[in-house]
């Protein structure tokens, strides 16, 4: 499956975007879904996720009631909801796609997923 983010962009702090993951070449409904974000020198951080089939959903604990990731199976894609953005959301964000994973204790884990696609930058200015 190839994967493609895109919707990032400046946003002021409180403000919302929203991210897309298309994805081609297959399903994403079989695969479970994931976002990261990555600022420099640190590692990729775990942002969200959605199960594949049933579609259940897991957050980090500091973005519960912020984000919130869906599926639009007709589209073919993923997407992530970000509201009251801060700074601190500055980041580029990945999505990702894994084969197999269903858990929490899974999916928030980078080397879960098999595809990633290229980020797009988020940055959220004070």
């Known amino acids: 499956v190839q994967l493609q983010a895109s919707g990032g962009g400046l946003v002021q702090a409180g403000g919302s975007l929203r991210l897309s993951c298309a994805a081609s070449?297959?399903?994403?409904?079989?695969?479970?879904m994931g976002w990261f974000r990555q600022t420099p020198g640190k590692e990729r951080e775990f942002v969200a996720a959605i199960t594949r089939n049933d579609g259940v959903t897991y957050y980090a604990d500091c973005l519960k009631g912020r984000f919130t990731i869906s599926r639009d199976n007709a589209k073919n894609m993923v997407l992530v909801q970000m509201n009251s953005l801060k700074p601190d959301d500055t980041a580029v964000y990945y999505c990702?796609?894994?084969?197999?994973?269903?858990?929490?204790?899974?999916?928030?884990?980078?080397?879960?997923?098999?595809?990633w696609g290229p980020g797009t930058l988020v940055t959220v200015s004070s």
């Open positions: 990702a796609a894994a084969r197999d994973g269903y858990f929490y204790s899974q999916l928030s884990r980078a080397n879960a997923y098999d595809y």
């Open positions: 070449g297959r399903t994403v409904s079989t695969y479970s």
